[in-house]
Every structure is written in structure tokens, then in C-alpha cells.
């Protein structure tokens, strides 16, 4: 039996005659950019998010540039965000000339700690990005308070987390302004590059618009510097289809991680992710951490399993970002994490023999792997 990380086809098949009914509908009106289906997607998005506003454009890491700019992040500017997060958090930071400030996690869901938000904070942060990573919603609220009175905004990555709800509200809908991405492999996932900025304020909103069309509302008339980032009508098509489909395809996600919990709970060596009271988590990725990760991942592999890992260097030991002076030490939660963390494959159209599959090939290699001391 062969385990894919992701499968893509299965989702295909299922959705397969609405998209394509979708695409010839674009052809046949050949609006191909902002046509119909785009103010269509981004009402609808809106409304699945709780958020008032969305806005359209070409990939996540636009859409967390444009929300860090329209939330008044500017160059030189210092911005709070997770030191396990992918690159393209701080990648959008970097962009607009601003400092990224990483800081630890929590141990149990390696979601941002709000203890380690406000020891980060100066005279100088412009912003605090929770990153909703593996599904579940970071601690807003929490952040929120540790913040205090500082006015700081908080702006989400809720790259993975669409459709994810927690006590304080729906993932898009908990900060001033929020970023997401619909590269294909996200529950809410295009055919190729697309993300969305969503907020409840009308100003953000129209800044995020404007910055994302060359700093234009009116053609020709051009009110600041701005870029191209813009969500075509075919990648909107393809995603009022599949949003049609996100709660079922989560609901689905859910009763997988369930099952995992089930087969693995207890197991010595493998170290399970827990959800937050309150939280609807989305399982965009299921995280276990085991000893000797690298061995076991071998065998998985080896065993038609595709296992991952989300992410293998914490971002203050990337090349990248030597150039801030973080050496090993710095964030001791996450870099402990980053050697241990394993992704087992979850979708919604993972099936229980394949699940079972997975468990009984993580258990061995885990029995064949030693135990760290």
C-alpha cells in the first residue's frame, strides 16, 4: 500500500465535472481577470470567514505583505511572528523592508506564546503575526491580552486554517487584518497560485485593494506606489467550487485525526498533537513527534508512507536569516521540536485501511528506532 502526504487526484475526482463546468463558463465569457466569479469567490470567502471584507490576490505571500503594509507595518519596522513558521511569513516582512522578531512557541501545539509576544515587544513593533499553523487557531486572544493597551495590530497567517474556529472567533476574522493562501495543497485549494487578505475594517480593505493594483482605484490614476497581485477568474472559479465543499472535506479532516489519536494513543514514542479547549481544528497537517525522526521517516518512506516534515529548521538557523545574530539556543521549544516533528498524511479522502497502514508502519519504525535518554 502506498500513503501519499496529500492526494490531490481524489479531490479532483470529486469536484471534477463543477470545475470544469466552472472553467468553460470563464472561457466562454473570456473575462479572465476580475470577471464574475472573483466578486462571486470574494463574498462568499468573506462570509465563511466572518470577516466583512476579502480581497482577492495572487499567493499567500502577497496577501501577508499587502495586510502587514495596510495594518501600517513600514520599512524599519519591527514585526513579532514564530520562529517555526515556513519562510514565507518572515519572506513578507523582509519584502517590505521591515525587521522580522522571532519568537518561541508553546510545547503543546507549537502555536505562538503570548508570554514570548510581549517579551519581544519594543518602542519599535509595528505588528504581531500569530501563525495558525497544522490546522489550529493560535492564541489570539491571549496574544491579544499580553499586548495589553499597546494598540499593536495583530495581523493572522491563516495560510492552513481555513475554515479553522477557536473560542474567540473564526481563523480570518480574530485580527485587524487577515492573510491565507489557496496554494493547492491547503484545505481550500486552487488549481496554482492564489491567496486572499480579509479584515473587518473597510480602510484596510481598501488599502489592501489599491496596494494590490499598482496603487490604482480608477485607471490611470495612481494614489500611491503600489504592485500586481491580483486573483485570476479561473483560480476564483476552481474556488467557489471547492468552498462549496470545505466544511464536508474539514468534517472529513477531523474524523482522520480522530482516528490517528485512536490507533497511536498511548504508544510509547510517539508523541501526539493536542487541540485547544474550544478549538475547531482543521487538521490541514497532523504533527506527531517521535525519537530519531530522520530514521523513522526513512522507513516510512521507504514503506510507501509520505511522511514530511513542517518545518525541519527553525527560521533564525536558515541562511536566510543568519544575518540577525540568533544562533541555536535562542528559541529552545521550537528548535527542540524541529528535530522530532513528523507529518503524517492527512485528507479527507484518506481511508481507514490507509490510516491503519500508516499506524502500523510508524509503531515499527518507531520500536526499530532508540530512545533518546
Known amino acids: 500500500m502506498r500513503v501519499p502526504l496529500v492526494d490531490l487526484v481524489a479531490q479532483n475526482t470529486e469536484t ?15 473575462s479572465y481577470i476580475g470577471g464574475s466569479d472573483v466578486a462571486s469567490f470574494e463574498h462568499e470567502y468573506a462570509e465563511a470567514t466572518g470577516a466583512g471584507y476579502c480581497i482577492g490576490v495572487g499567493n499567500g505571500t502577497d496577501a ?49 506564546d503570548p508570554a514570548a509576544v510581549a517579551a519581544a515587544v519594543t518602542s519599535r513593533t509595528e505588528a504581531v503575526v500569530p501563525v495558525h499553523l497544522f490546522g489550529q487557531v493560535a492564541p489570539v486572544g491571549a496574544i491579544r491580552a ?5 494598540g499593536i495590530p495583530i495581523v493572522e497567517d491563516g495560510a492552513q486554517s481555513q475554515g479553522a474556529e ?57 494614489e500611491v506606489v503600489g504592485f500586481n497581485s491580483r486573483l485570476d477568474t479561473l483560480q476564483a472559479a476552481v474556488l467557489r467550487v471547492k468552498l462549496r465543499h470545505l466544511a464536508e472535506w474539514n468534517r472529513r479532516r477531523r474524523v482522520a485525526a480522530a482516528r490517528y489519536a485512536a490507533l497511536l494513543e498511548g504508544e510509547e514514542g510517539v508523541r501526539l498533537p493536542q487541540s485547544a479547549p474550544g478549538n475547531l481544528d482543521v487538521w490541514h497537517l497532523y504533527v506527531v513527534r517521535v525519537d530519531d525522526r530522520d530514521r523513522a521517516m526513512a522507513r516510512l518512506n521507504e514503506a510507501g508512507v509520505g511522511a514530511s516534515i513542517h518545518y525541519p529548521t527553525p527560521l533564525h538557523l536558515t541562511a536566510a536569516y543568519e544575518g540577525l545574530g540568533l544562533g541555536r539556543g ?23 485501511d490507509q490510516q491503519e497502514f500508516v499506524a502500523e508502519e510508524l509503531l515499527a519504525a518507531v520500536e526499530s528506532t532508540p530512545v533518546r535518554g
Do not use: C, Q
Open 16 to 30: 471534477a465535472t463543477d470545475i470544469r463546468a466552472a472553467v468553460d463558463a470563464v472561457f466562454a465569457s473570456a
Open 166 to 222: 477557536s473560542a474567540d472567533g473564526r481563523a480570518g476574522s480574530l485580527g485587524l487584518v487577515a492573510s491565507t493562501s489557496f496554494y493547492p495543497g491547503k484545505n481550500l485549494g486552487a488549481a496554482g497560485d492564489a491567496g486572499a487578505v480579509t479584515t473587518g475594517d473597510p480602510e484596510v480593505a481598501r488599502t489592501v485593494r489599491l496596494i494590490a493594483a499598482h496603487g490604482s482605484e480608477h485607471k490611470y490614476v495612481h
Open 330 to 352: 535562542a528559541f529552545p521549544v521550537a528548535e527542540a521540536a524541529a528535530g522530532r516533528i513528523l507529518s503524517l498524511p492527512i485528507y479527507p479522502h484518506i481511508t481507514a
Open 64 to 112: 501577508l505583505e499587502l495586510a502587514l503594509r495596510a495594518a501600517g507595518v513600514s520599512a524599519g519596522g519591527e514585526v513579532i511572528l514564530p520562529v517555526n513558521t515556513f519562510i514565507a511569513t518572515a519572506e513578507a516582512v523582509s519584502r517590505i523592508g521591515a525587521v522580522p522578531v522571532f519568537a518561541d512557541v508553546d510545547d503543546e501545539r507549537l502555536l505562538l
Open 146 to 150: 499580553a499586548l495589553g493597551g499597546s
